[in-house]
């Protein structure tokens, strides 16, 4: 299958590209962005498009795929409401939106994050505007709609968050990972299984004992 990765610069999706220029059922890969990875390989074709909420000039560059995985997402720490919105909702809708027109037969696979509110009623900002666009997602006309909710992810092969807080975070806590991990194994997974999944998911769909399209963590373990 051929995939287009939006997000390839970000610690989930540095890790979803590795897998898929590793696993045999992807042939091709375009990631968009602001941004190269700078990786090399006869699969990857990388877009450079400095405004991700538009998509009109690149439209040629982005039929003839047959999933999308979505890991693009930012901290909402420091940022407006508005702001958030934006870059969460609206730069997801406008990517889904062109994308579902130009390939209506496309899987698509959002990550999102646990916690997220689908009822979009609750007190928290960032929990509200996921589980928006959650919902708005899953009501286009895609072959399929999964989105990942995540908590905590272990980065695997030199993954590298791009928030400087969460970099912090994950070097003072990786001593403690493989405690919590037994305490708490549904809340942990790691780069490479949540990329292994989404590939899985979106070459084959979530297995029928799933029947919810939103995936939680233990889900995301199980597929991988």
Known sequence: MNVVLFGATGMVGQGALRECLRDTRVERVLTVGRAVTGVQHPKLRELVHPDLLQYASIEADL???????FCLGVSSAGMTEDAYTRVTYGIA??????LVRLNPAMTFVFVSGAGADSSERGRSTWARIKGKTENAL???PFK????????YIQ??????????AYRLIYALG??????????WP??????????RAMIAVAASGAPSDMPSHILTVRDI???A
């Open 138 to 140: 899953l009501r286009l």
């Open 174 to 183: 990786r001593p403690l990972v493989p405690l919590l991990r037994r305490l």
């Open 93 to 98: 809708m406008a990517a889904a939106q062109t």
């Open 221 to 223: 373990n199980a597929i």
């Open 155 to 164: 980065p695997m092969h030199g993954e590298r968050s791009r928030t400087p």
């Open 186 to 195: 549904g809340a942990f997974t790691t780069t490479e299984r949540l990329g």
């Open 144 to 151: 399929a709609v999964y989105v990942f909710r995540p908590a």
């Open 63 to 69: 039929a003839g795929f047959d999933a999308c995985l």
